[in-house]
C-alpha cells in the first residue's frame, strides 16, 4: 500500500479507508516545543506540488483594482471567518521557509471520551474511550437527555462524580492533562498543542514527548508512547522529525490506516488567530447572526469552534477577550470571551461532525 496514494484503499465503516488516511496524512501538528518554540508540521502531499500559476492581469486593470480597493478600503467590513481553503492553508506554510527539526517527536491525541453527546440533528454519537470505533451510531433519542443522563452512566461516569462540580479529568473531552501526566511519567518533558485540521474547521488536543528522552531506543519509546496512547483510549501515535512523518495506529479505531515515511513540512508558527489561514490577519468576525433560525444555528456552531481552538492553542491576536467592533459596526463586541473548558458544550470532530456534549456532572 503506497500512503501518498490512498484513493487505491478500500472501502471501510464510516468512511473510505482513502478519506481516514488522508486526514491523518493532511492534518497540522502545531505544537510548542520546548527549546524551539511553536511549531507547525504537515505531511500534505499539496504541500511538496508547485501551485497553479496565477493568470497574469493587464497593468491598467491591475491599476484600476488598487484604485477601486484604496477608494473602498475606509468601509469595507470584515467578511465573516468561515474555514480557509486548504491552497491558502499550504500558500501559508510554503511562504514561513522551511525549519530544521534536531530531535524526533512522539505525539498522541489527547481527545478524551466525549460520550454521551449528541449529533444537532439527534444522532448519539458512540464511545470515544477505546472499547469501540468512535463514531459508531445509535438509533435517535426520543427526547434530550437528562442530566445527568443513563448514557453518561454507561461511557463510564462515576456515579459519585455526578454531585461534583464540573467534569472530571478522567471523564472530560479535554484529555490533554491526563495524557500529559502520562507522558511526564515516562520522559520528562513534553509538549502541548493540537492536530488541526487541513481547513482549520476542527481541533483537537495533543500532546508530544521528545523520542530519545522516552527511551533509549526508538522502538522503545514508540512501544511506550502507544501503550499510554491505548490506556487513554487514543487511535494513534504520530512519530515526526528528521526522518519526516509515521502514523501507528493503536487499534482503537480500525480504521486509522499506518502512514510510514511521509515527506515533511515544518515551519514556524506566529501567535495568530487560530481560525485564519493566513498569517497576520486582524480579529476574525462571527459566522451567521440572530435574523433566522439557519443564521443563528450557523454563529452557535462558529463560536463553538472557536471556543475549542481557543481550549486547545490560544490566539495572538485577541488573547480570548471580547474585542470591540469595527467603526462601521454596532457599538457592541463582535467576540464573546474565552470560554472555560469544562463550558464548552459542542464540539467540532475530525469525521466532520459537530456533537453537543450531554452532561455527565451538573452544570456549576
Not at 504537515?42 to 477601486?68: H, M, N, Y
Not at 512519530?239 to 502514523?247: A, H, K
Not at 480500525?254 to 486582524?282: I, W
Request: with cysteine; charged share 25%; proline share 13%.
Amino acid at each position: 500500500m503506497d500512503p501518498h496514494h490512498p484513493t487505491d484503499l478500500d472501502q471501510g465503516p464510516g468512511g473510505t479507508e482513502a478519506e481516514i488516511a488522508a486526514t491523518w496524512r493532511d492534518q497540522l501538528i502545531e505544537l510548542d516545543l520546548p527549546g524551539v518554540g511553536a511549531i507547525t508540521a504537515c505531511a500534505d502531499p499539496g504541500l511538496f506540488v508547485d501551485p497553479d500559476p496565477v493568470a497574469p492581469v493587464a497593468p491598467e486593470e491591475t491599476r484600476g483594482t488598487q484604485r477601486d480597493e484604496a477608494a473602498q478600503e475606509t468601509y469595507r467590513r470584515r467578511q465573516p471567518t468561515t474555514p480557509p481553503e486548504p491552497e491558502i492553508v499550504r500558500a501559508t506554510l510554503r511562504d514561513r521557509g522551511p525549519l530544521e527539526l534536531e530531535h524526533t517527536w512522539l505525539v498522541l491525541p489527547a481527545l478524551g471520551p466525549v460520550l454521551p453527546t449528541l449529533r444537532p440533528d439527534g444522532a448519539v454519537v458512540a464511545d470515544l474511550s477505546g472499547r469501540e470505533a468512535p463514531y459508531d451510531v445509535r438509533p435517535d433519542p426520543t427526547v434530550t437527555p437528562a442530566v445527568p443522563s443513563r448514557e453518561g452512566v454507561r461511557a463510564g461516569a462515576p456515579i459519585e462524580g455526578l454531585r461534583q462540580p464540573g467534569r472530571l479529568p478522567h471523564v472530560s473531552w479535554f484529555r490533554r492533562p491526563v495524557v500529559a501526566a502520562a507522558l511526564r511519567e515516562r520522559g520528562g518533558m513534553v509538549a502541548l498543542g493540537a492536530l488541526v485540521g487541513p481547513q482549520r474547521s476542527w481541533f483537537e488536543p495533543a500532546v508530544a514527548a521528545r523520542e530519545d528522552l522516552l527511551a533509549p531506543h526508538r522502538d522503545q519509546a514508540l512501544e511506550r508512547a502507544l501503550h499510554v496512547a491505548r490506556e487513554q483510549g487514543q487511535s494513534a501515535v504520530i512519530r515526526f522529525g528528521p526522518g519526516g512523518l509515521d502514523v501507528f495506529p493503536t487499534g482503537v479505531d480500525p480504521r486509522v490506516p499506518a502512514l510510514e515515511g511521509l515527506e515533511l513540512l515544518v515551519t514556524a508558527r506566529p501567535a495568530q488567530c487560530p481560525l485564519q489561514g493566513r498569517d497576520g490577519d486582524g480579529p476574525c468576525r462571527p459566522h451567521g447572526g440572530p435574523w433566522i433560525r439557519r443564521a443563528h444555528d450557523a454563529q452557535v456552531d462558529w463560536e463553538a469552534r472557536r471556543a475549542q481552538a481557543l481550549a486547545v492553542q490560544g490566539c495572538g491576536v485577541c488573547f480570548g477577550e471580547a474585542l470591540p467592533p469595527e467603526p462601521d459596526q454596532p457599538q457592541v463586541p463582535q467576540l464573546a470571551r474565552r470560554a472555560p473548558v469544562v463550558d464548552i458544550s459542542r464540539l467540532h470532530l475530525r469525521g466532520g461532525e459537530v456533537v453537543r456534549i450531554d452532561p455527565i456532572a451538573p452544570p456549576r
